[in-house]
């Protein structure tokens, strides 16, 4: 017997709990099988920001799909603010990406036809709302954009390309922001305007979970998973993964 | 999403892409426009058809002899002669007849020669077919007492044996007897089938006596006194040709009465399944032009999987996407069509303008157009969009 809902503790659920997760592409013919998450459990708080790091390949993307109700689970649980993901049908795994989950990619992901402010509208348009152009406005007001609302992404910097992204994240005041490599297509120093912009909406509330390679940004999250093949080595306060992770890796440098 | 936001998208994908669009629609434009003209041609054959045979007169029957049952395809019909005629005259109702013969025969003026319908009347076939000369005169009665060897041309006629010359007075041979020509008349500008434009005419006693040696009628045309007797007068000529013709009560008639309205739905048939014809051999360039939307939406649901992908990731369900590209191939058919409608139109108008043919739009084919159009984009459309509606998000955003 499965439970719909998590048990939850007061008015408001956890907005992501996550139970012996995995992915196994090619499950059925065992010499093709990757176990590209394998058995994760973890909870993320409301206003914590996470970060994920881990060699290529470990399954930190795969995860993060998972998590944004882009991809399905092989097994395992996933409650998000409450309900169990794997109850949902199509449309209302739509409208969870929709309402509780921003989405940012390593490589933008605008639609080049559209301009600023109407790509941070698209998803307000899907969830049937009104007023989407002034909630889009105040979007990229948010993100410091408001003088680009009518650029089209080839007119933009990629620093500029990725925070319209963020402003698209945010537009609907999703539970969770989850961003793949947010900064990876970027250069160091736009890079980190971007994550000062993170880092601000994070002290504004927001709950972050990002997958990086960069330390930098690692260390400025509140936590810290370390995954290798498919699987958590290390989940806690930033410092002390980062320490772990460095350790681990020393002999890649030596 | 809401349907003009649905839309609004479509649009403005169509129009970032405008030379695809126009090459995409290309298919149902052609094909539209040639339903339109098709339609035009067609409808304007038929009212120049029902126009033709009203200007015969609204109050014309038409008594033909009808060959016996069981007699050979070949057989001679000779059943009506000038005699019914008159007694058909005396009829209450009637006010006038004109018996007519029907013939063939070489026509020649010096070098020029042709083969032409000629046709034996009276003095009173131009008046009653409210047909006039444009040059000379019409017959007398003596010229069919007399077997007058005077001809009237029809407008072609007189055009191919003399040009812009004028014939009146001129002497030509028909059937190898000399004719004068004492009028030629007046051009109906008719196509086709029994043109007045086409026919020589000849006095009826002439035609009998001098060219054809038989004194049996290919025809009797009668006047009505009013449209409403019409019926009354055909049972009337019924009855008196049984009469004349000593047909037994169980013998079938030797003659058939036909009406302006019968004449008129027959040549309507004959027409509209013409149009028929031709018009479902336009269609199929619609459904070239259906085959094509579809060609250029599975290229452009592949084309943009990636697009699919991020509106998935944002918060489109499947229904979305699918409405998405079916409203898309849709505004890109109704576009073709409206197109097609104006090309269509302005073709009609060419044709009539340039071609001499009359041509009528009739006002069910911009609704049919429109309809068609609208139906094909959906049968067409639905496929790609399809395709692109079950798309994987997750595959579609590794996409290029
Ligand atoms: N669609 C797929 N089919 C088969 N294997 C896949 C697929 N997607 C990812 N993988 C495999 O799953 C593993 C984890 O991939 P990914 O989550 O992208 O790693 P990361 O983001 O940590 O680099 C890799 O070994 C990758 O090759
Ligand atoms: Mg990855």
Redesign the interface.
Known sequence: MSLAHEPTTGATHTPVVIEELRKIYHADRAELAVRAVDGISFRIERGESVAIVGPSGCGKSTLL?VL?C??RPTSGRYFLEGRDVAQLD??DR??A???HIG?V?QSF???P??DAVENVE??L????QRDTRARALRALERVGLADRAHHRPNELSGGQKQRVAIA?ALV?EPSIVLGDEPTGALDSRTGREVMELLGRLHAEGTTIVLVTHDLSVARSQDRVIRMRDGKIVGDGPAAAEIEAFVQENAGDFA | MLIHETARTAWRSLAQNRLRTALTALGMIIGVTAVIAVLAIGEGAKASVEGRIRALGSNLLTVRPERAQGAVRSARVETLVRADADAIAELDGVEGVSPESTGTAQVKYREANLSSSIQGVTADFLPLRSLDVASGIGFSPDDDLGRARVAILGANVAYELFGERSAIGERIQIAGNGFTVVGVLGAKGDVGFMSPDDMVLVPLGTHEGVLFGQSYLGAITVKVRSEGESEDVRERIGELLRLRHRLRADAPDDFEIRSQTEMLATMGAITGTFTALLGSVAAVSLLVGGIGIMNIMLVSVRERTREIGVRMAVGARRRDILLQFLVEAVVVSIFGGLVGIFLGWLAAFAIARFGGWETIIPTYAYGLALGVSIAIGIVFGVGPARRASTLDPVEALRQE
């Open positions: 799909h944004g882009l991809d199509e449309d739509a409208r990406r929709n309402r989405f990619f992901n605008l639609l036809r559209m698209l998803p348009l899907y969830a049937g698209r609907t």
